[in-house]
């Protein structure tokens, strides 16, 4: 992979937020890896010497995860040092009476340990590089809005995201010594295929938009913008999760 500022890991970017990241990646002259269970319909075009890489992988899976990126490695050369995990699935969205549990355990299992082996994969691979960990690893994990607070029907992808978002905390914690940043964003939502989904199932978002202060939905591409600041930009910041929502959770009523 030629590319003269580095490598990047990004799971689920074959859609919505992550195909964004995706491209701004690109656009910024890295060379970037997908992880996704389905394969990229569209290909952002790679600025310069980059180049994009693609495995079919579930990122629940340890195994298969460690060896898209030695196969990215091997293929490429390059160790990546950058990592956005914004693969997801969404929740039952029924009363937690109702809720099946093979289903709600499945939401925690993409979430929260797809997450982690992702993130334990990429130090790994630092880990193991010939001559010494690269420096300048940076994380950057996909949390919600849904992450605080108690919302109704969001008993299995709320709990995932809150779960997301402390493993943040936790790994900036544990991996600042070895100058690994890991950080979060809490999106509102973002009109991506997994929301355009829910519109299409009758989900009606214009009462997110009126209890929204900037009266929208955020757009894949600003969601990216937000996630390259942490992952590239914020130098001194670890462990944060930042809310990208259009001012919802800073409303106090
Ligand atoms: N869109 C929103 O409003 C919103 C709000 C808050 C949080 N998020 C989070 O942002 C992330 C991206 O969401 P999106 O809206 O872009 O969704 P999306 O459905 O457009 O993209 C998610 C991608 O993840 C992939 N994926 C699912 N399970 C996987 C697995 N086990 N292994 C590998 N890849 C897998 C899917 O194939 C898909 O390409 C998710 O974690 C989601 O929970 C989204």
Redesign the pocket.
Known sequence: MADSTGHAVV?????????AVVARLLDRGLGVTV????PMHSRPAPAGGAAIQEFL????DEKAVRKALDDAIEQGGTVPTLLV?????RGGFVPALDLDLDACRRVLD??VT?TLVAARALVRCMEGAPGGPPPGGSIVT?????AYGGWVNQAD?GVA?AAVRQLTQNLAVEWAPRGIRVNSV??????????QEMIDQGYDVSATEARTPLGRL?S?AEMAAAIEFLLMDASFSTGVCMPVDGGWTAVGK
């Open positions: 799971t689920g970017g074959s859609s919505g937020i992550g195909l992880l996704d269970t389905q992988v579930d990122v629940t995990t914004s693969h997801g699935i993409v979430h797809g996909l949390s919600s809005t849904t992808y995201k809490a999106p509102g939502h973002t009109l991506t295929p997994m929301v955020c894949p």
